[in-house]
């Protein structure tokens, strides 16, 4: 099993910035191998959507058009924690954020924007931009 814990959330005034983490343990995280980072966003009352993804090697980066040039995602490999920086935040960026891990990038999935494509799941953490 392997648990993924985000931190980093908060109130925030638009314009401003946040910087999430995510960091992964468990008895099984070694024998889980490399894997690939996705971070999603829920609204209230809206479906889940994809942010944000980085692969297992930090090669590829990909973002949603809604926060390109304002969102960055990098690893620290060493220490199994993501990490996903929020600037310009907008109200529109209100949400509970998860993050996600999967393997498939390295044997040719492309679905990373796709929840399936993610094995294991943290709880999420709160942002809120107030205008």
């Known amino acids: 099993q392997v648990q993924l814990v985000e931190s980093g959330g908060g109130l925030v005034q638009a314009g401003g910035s946040l910087r999430l983490s995510c960091a992964a343990s468990?008895?099984?995280?070694?024998?889980?191998?490399?894997?690939?980072v996705g971070w999603f966003r829920q609204a209230p009352g809206k479906e889940r959507e994809f942010v944000t993804f980085i692969n297992w090697n930090g090669g590829r980066t990909d973002y949603a058009d809604s926060v390109k040039g304002r969102f960055s995602i990098d690893r620290d490999i060493a220490q199994n924690t993501a990490y996903l920086q929020m600037n310009g935040l907008k109200p529109e960026d209100t949400a509970v954020y998860y993050c996600?891990?999967?393997?498939?990038?390295?044997?040719?999935?492309?679905?990373?924007?796709?929840?399936?494509?993610?094995?294991?799941w943290g709880q999420g953490t709160a942002v809120t931009v107030s205008s």
């Open positions: 468990g008895p099984t995280l070694k024998t889980y191998g490399v894997y690939d």
């Open positions: 996600a891990v999967g393997r498939g990038y390295a044997l040719g999935y492309q679905g990373y924007q796709d929840g399936s494509f993610y094995d294991y």
